[in-house]
């Protein structure tokens, strides 16, 4: 199949967001792990005096871990389609968080801009389709040592990991999502991410992007192998 890209993708989410919490469910450890990633950021002092941006934050989980992990932190969370926006500023938010529709490509033109002290992308980077380019843009809004962190399925490069993701996508997700009418985004779920970055190149795409200090850190469980935090600083001084 081809890959979703842009406008169409976006048209798959929104359709999608009704039952895509349900679907994050039942992924053991789902929750639990993009907390794992928020904490490897190593932001201080629960978040206080703090801004963050939350770059593709669907229906708003990766926003409660943020929110969980760093709770005085001021957060804008943004994403390109509005059913999965809708979906995340409908749920019970304490002050501070703030949810804007736009394209990880075109931030500025919804009046997102930085400075940011950290920017958490989980499961973005490999569904746009000029991720260097929004790696540079991201480090651009950041303070300089600013924080990135991307969680993201990034196979090892073993046949075995490849192996058990096309298991559980075949064997569990797609059919799940195809009794929702949402078959179509779950097959690319599964393509993207046999097609992107293994976690090595990922590694080396960020570091190409002008951050430094770049770090890949296994997730545990079934993911293992297949889903990896990279955590990364804008430089202190420009390149």
Known sequence: MTLLRD???TAAFDHAARGYDALAAVNPGYHAQLRRSVRRLGL???GAGLRLLDLGCGTGASTAALR???PAAHITAVDASAGMLRRAAAKP???GVT???APAERLADAGVTGPFDAVFAAYLLRNVSDPDGVLTAVRD???AGGRLG???FTLSGRRADRAVWTLVCRGLVQPAASALGDGRLYRHLWRSVVD???AARFAARVRAAGFAHVRTLPLPGWQTGITHTFVARRPETAR
């Open 7 to 9: 406008e169409e993708l």
């Open 44 to 46: 201080p002092g629960h």
């Open 68 to 70: 969980s992990v760093l």
């Open 93 to 95: 938010w304490a002050d």
């Open 99 to 101: 949810f804007v529709r």
């Open 141 to 143: 809004l950041l303070v």
């Open 150 to 152: 991307v969680h993201e």
């Open 196 to 198: 992107f970055d293994t």
